[in-house]
């Protein structure tokens, strides 16, 4: 999908074609493939990613669901709403240790939530800007550590070390057809004593 875009500049040679074929009121054989081609494709991934029984990846805990790239496009939006549900209390800070799953936490969990990714700037990307707008920790504060089993990775010990105590971990199973395919797990974090920059950077594992 990155390089996605660069095929917009196919778009006026296939107007061209098309043109062509319109003043004729014919459709190119090649055209009609293509179309079926594009609708088989978009089905196929459509039951995949919200039917299919079971994984395309590791099945084993605890990197449950580890190389499916079909959980990168669903299970957010209710983890999203059990998250809130369970720990919804009160405004909040969320960490978590890599671009992704960052940009899909601060994407679906509410405002309130502050999605803050600390590592070094190869694994955060642009959060190392997105972080500097955001409400910061504060001392005394508590927070959020997040990570999925998919990408499993459990706090380090810049995160560690920046807390008083971190309790025991919840873990919310995502379902999909009466399987479970994926774990989120919330590390509850009790009282900030600095040690995380506001920009999130940190060398080495965070």
């Given at each position: ?8 500049t ?14 004729i ?6 055209i ?14 459509l ?25 990168d ?6 983890f999203?709403q059990?998250?809130t ?28 939530f502050?999605?803050m ?14 972080n ?10 508590d927070a ?17 070390n920046a ?18 395919v ?5 590390y ?11 920009n ?7």
């Amino acid at each position: 999908h990155w390089n996605g875009m660069a095929y917009c500049t196919l778009l006026p040679l296939a107007a061209i074609q098309l043109r062509k074929a319109i003043q004729i009121r014919l459709i190119p054989t090649a055209i009609k493939y293509s179309f079926g081609l594009l609708v088989a494709a978009v089905l196929i991934l459509l039951i995949l990613v919200k039917a299919y029984p079971g994984l395309l990846g590791n099945g084993r805990m605890p990197a449950l669901g580890k190389n499916d790239i079909t959980l990168d496009m669903c299970g957010w939006r209710s983890f999203a709403q059990d998250f809130t549900k369970q720990f919804g209390g009160k405004p909040t800070v969320v960490l978590t240790d890599y671009w992704f799953p960052a940009g899909h936490l601060n994407f679906y969990l509410p405002e309130k939530f502050q999605v803050m990714a600390v590592g070094p700037l190869q694994n955060i990307h642009q959060f190392a800007w997105i972080n500097d707008i955001q409400r910061s920790l504060q001392p005394g504060g508590d927070a959020f550590y997040i990570s999925v089993s998919n990408f499993y990775s459990p706090p380090g010990p810049v995160i560690k070390n920046a807390f008083t105590s971190i309790e025991p971990v919840v873990k919310i199973p995502q379902w999909r057809s009466g399987k479970i395919v994926r774990y989120f797990y919330i590390y509850p974090l009790r009282g900030y004593c600095g040690g995380i920059p506001a920009n999130g950077l940190i060398a080495g594992t965070p």
